[in-house]
Nanobody
Framework: QVQLVESGGGLVQAGGSLRLSCAASGSFFRINTMGWYRQAPGKQRELVASITSGGTTNYSGSVKGRFTISRDNAKTTVNLQMNSLKPEDTAVYYC?????????WGQGTQVTVSS
């Protein structure tokens, strides 16, 4: 089994920064793509950013230029550096990892941006 544990969420004022981290543990050979999704109240879950094992990144247009996704050396941890946060970034953020063509999800971490 695979577990994804997220950390770094919290409350921040508009214009501030937060860094989310997601660590994968369990039995696996490698993780392919890892990413972050978010879901705001009354909204559907949407992709925020993703990164492949080779380092190719993909960002939602609403966060491009403000957020940066990265992976550690072992590529078992994915980070999301969020700068210039806006109230509309408020959502539950979920970590995702693709392993052996199966998608695993974290429990989510709340990010709240106040104005």
């Amino acid at each position: 089994q695979v577990q994804l544990v997220e950390s770094g969420g919290g409350l921040v004022q508009a214009g501030g920064s937060l860094r989310l981290s997601c660590a994968a543990s369990g039995s696996f050979f490698r993780i392919n793509t890892m990413g972050w999704y978010r879901q705001a109240p009354g909204k559907q879950r949407e992709l925020v950013a993703s990164i492949t094992s080779g380092g190719t990144t993909n960002y939602s247009g609403s966060v491009k230029g403000r957020f940066t996704i990265s992976r550690d050396n072992a590529k078992t941890t994915v980070n999301l550096q969020m700068n210039s946060l806006k109230p509309e970034d408020t959502a539950v953020y979920y970590c995702n990892a693709n392993i052996a063509r199966y998608n695993y999800w974290g429990q989510g971490t709340q990010v709240t941006v106040s104005s």
